[in-house]
Nanobody, 122 residues
Framework: QVQLVESGGGLVQAGGSLRLSCAAS????????MGWFRQAPGKDREFVAT????????YYADSVRDRFTVSRDNAERTAYLQMDNLKPEDTAVYYC???????????????WGQGTQVTVSS
């Protein structure tokens, strides 16, 4: 069956870095754009970043542009989110998701992971 499994979350001080991974199985990973979303306590889920199936196009939310980098390894069926210069407001559960379209619309994503917690202390 389809699985997306995130890892790499944790507790980090402001200004630090984390690298999230999203391991995919059960579908043709290289045919899908991969997105990252996050949800903070009491807030709606929000788009963070996405990468086209080929890896040659990416898009970021304004709040993370120039700090986060999304990438993928189709041979390893894994997507990554490198997060640098983390801020307390980045604290959230981070989810990876797969979409047949290159989009930032969460409703267009077909498969979702369970999420990984990222906590940034000030």
């Amino acid at each position: 069956q389809v699985q997306l499994v995130e890892s790499g979350g944790g507790l980090v001080q402001a200004g630090g870095s984390l690298r999230l991974s999203c391991a995919a199985s059960g579908f043709t990973f290289s045919n899908y754009a991969m997105g990252w979303f996050r949800q903070a306590p009491g807030k709606d889920r929000e788009f963070v970043a996405t990468i086209r199936w080929s890896g040659d196009n990416t898009y970021y939310a304004d709040s993370v542009r120039d700090r986060f980098t999304v990438s993928r390894d189709n041979a390893e069926r894994t997507a990554y989110l490198q997060m640098d210069n983390l801020k307390p407001e980045d604290t959230a559960v981070y989810y990876c998701a797969a979409s047949f379209r290159f989009t930032i619309d969460a409703k267009q994503f077909d498969y979702w992971g369970q999420g990984t917690q990222v906590t940034v202390s000030s």
